[in-house]
């Protein structure tokens, strides 16, 4: 199943190492599901590494292989692949305008705890504990 990945579960997977992570884990082993996200997160997570560091009680180096473990489950995609479905997705929800975008180009759904994501009704957004549903775990 291929679901496009919103910077909301990346987060916390760092911060909370709750459901986003377990999510990230078990699909190591199962592969159930094949995530996908616009290019411009890579650069944002790099980016924010020092920020991430001083909010999370993550050492440098297991913020890094953490970041590292869920970013090669990530193919990231360029602007150029979706830039077509950019207005509509920004009809929307302005915010998360990329992911819709991403999201419409491959018909495909969001992994997403954002609920402001969800009220929108042309995308399917499933939450962490959602997908861990339907990975079989409780």
């Known amino acids: ?25 078990a699909n190591k082993l199962l592969n159930k599901f094949e995530f996908i996200a616009p290019e411009f997160l890579s650069y944002e997570l790099d980016k924010k590494m020092a920020e991430l560091l001083s909010e999370t009680n993550l050492s440098q180096n297991e913020l890094s292989d953490t970041l590292s473990f ?6 990231f995609v360029p602007y150029s692949e979706f830039l077509d479905k950019l207005p509509g997705a920004i009809e929307l929800n302005f915010k998360d305008a990329p992911y819709l975008a991403l999201a419409l180009k491959y018909d495909c759904g969001i992994f997403s705890g954002d609920k402001g994501l969800k009220e929108q009704t042309k995308v399917k957004v499933l939450s962490p504990r959602e997908l861990l549903n339907l990975l079989g775990i409780e």
Do not use: P, W
């Open 70 to 75: 869920i970013k090669e489950q990530i193919t």
């Open 1 to 25: 199943m291929l679901l496009v990945v919103d910077v909301n579960v990346i987060y916390s997977a760092l911060m909370k190492r709750g459901n986003s992570l377990i999510v990230f884990e």
